[in-house]
């Protein structure tokens, strides 16, 4: 099948094998991965691997530590205020799609919360103009998402954070797609389901100078206590994290980060070219200066259409390329795992869709 669900979306292929090569005997040890204590030797060797070689690709300074978590993205819209969000304080939110709606109204359960931009007027259809410095003077951080799964918009780049106000991004669609500068991100965190795992681990990149900050709370949504402990504090998902090490070696064997990014641009060129090149027939969803390179929506003439072209290319083999519930119409998420063949015959069965049609 060609794979283009958008998450939990495809595992690289070559990761899928070597998993099934070697995880049930895990290093000739007897037990299956996922039967090893989080307290040995052969288990913390994933861990710290798996660390280390996001920390390698995505260039994270020292000053950062990388932690894996449990709850999804979603647990992290509530975990970050509660940890930063202090009492005469705002958390300051860009609204640019659903899952940014999502993180600021949790936040609010938390304390004060302010809306710096929004596009939601215009169906959520381009990145919001976003002025960091008329952010209020007592914002305790701005947050915004990098790439929107369900409108596919994304930042082109990650504005240049010209106040001391930290910033927090949630990177749940985009991360190890494309390079980061990290002097303009303090906290991001991203579910592994898209572009670096499986379901089950979350990644929390966070600096030493936000950990030092962090309010006093329960130790299980404390930054400080997981830092602390590794990641250890408590049994981490432990067969995420073995496939999510898994991703970071076929990253690196594929041209690691500038790999990732050259491939995600070749892969969404194909598509938005052919979108644009099909006389209104396919219609895409994002504005052209904020194309998602990992989302690429778009609709067709009308429902009766669109549900004949979902239709033919489930028979086809094409999966999960229908829009979000909340939306509709047609989306193909392209992550880093999706190989452009699996996108090549996508634009094939596009164009054979469109002469019939
Ligand atoms: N943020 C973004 C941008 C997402 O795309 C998603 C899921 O699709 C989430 C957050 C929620 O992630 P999770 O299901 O890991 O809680």
Redesign the pocket.
């Known amino acids: 099948a060609y794979n283009f669900n958008?998450?939990p979306g495809p595992v690289p292929e070559p990761v899928l094998i070597r998993a099934r090569d070697e995880m049930f005997n895990f290093e000739q040890s007897g037990a299956a991965v996922m039967e090893l204590s989080h307290r040995s030797k052969l288990y913390e060797s994933i861990h710290f691997q798996a660390m280390e070689q996001i920390r390698q690709i995505l260039d994270v300074p020292d000053h950062m530590e990388i932690l894996f978590l449990q709850?999804?993205?979603?647990?992290?819209?509530s975990m970050a205020p509660r940890n930063f969000l202090r009492k005469g304080q705002t958390g300051t939110y860009v609204l640019s799609?659903s899952?940014?709606e999502?993180?600021e109204k949790e936040a609010a359960y938390f304390g004060d919360t302010s809306i710096l931009s929004s596009s939601k007027e215009a169906n959520y259809a381009h990145i919001p103009d976003t002025d960091y410095s008329q952010a209020p003077d007592n914002s305790a951080y701005i947050h915004l998402?990098?790439?929107?799964?369900?409108f596919g918009t994304q930042w082109q780049d990650i504005p240049v954070n010209t106040t001391e106000i930290p910033v927090f991004a949630?990177?749940?669609?985009d991360i190890l797609s494309r390079r980061i500068d990290w002097t303009n991100v303090d906290l991001a965190y991203?579910?592994a389901?898209?572009n670096a795992g499986i379901?089950g681990v979350?990644i929390v990149i966070i600096s030493k100078d936000l950990l030092a900050k962090a309010e006093d709370g329960p130790p299980s949504t404390s930054y400080p206590v997981h830092a602390d402990k590794q990641s250890l504090y408590h049994t981490p998902p432990t067969g995420a994290i073995y496939i999510t090490k898994l991703v970071t070696d076929w990253i690196l064997e594929n041209g690691g980060i500038d790999g990732m990014e050259q491939r995600a641009k070749a892969k969404s060129d194909m598509l938005y070219r052919l979108i644009d090149n099909s006389d209104g027939f396919f219609r895409g969803h994002a504005d052209t200066h904020s194309r998602s390179s990992m989302n690429v929506t778009f609709r067709l003439e009308n429902e009766r259409l669109e549900k004949q072209f979902l239709d033919e290319a489930a028979d086809k083999g094409f999966m999960g390329l229908n829009g979000h519930r909340s939306v509709g119409g047609c989306r193909a998420s392209i992550y880093n795992a999706v190989p452009p063949e699996h996108v090549e015959a996508l634009c094939s069965f596009m164009e054979d869709f469109r002469s019939r049609s």
């Open positions: 958008a998450g709850g999804g993205a979603t647990l992290q819209f799609g899952w940014s999502k993180a998402t990098t790439n929107n799964t369900i949630d990177m749940s669609s991203a579910g389901q898209k379901a979350t």
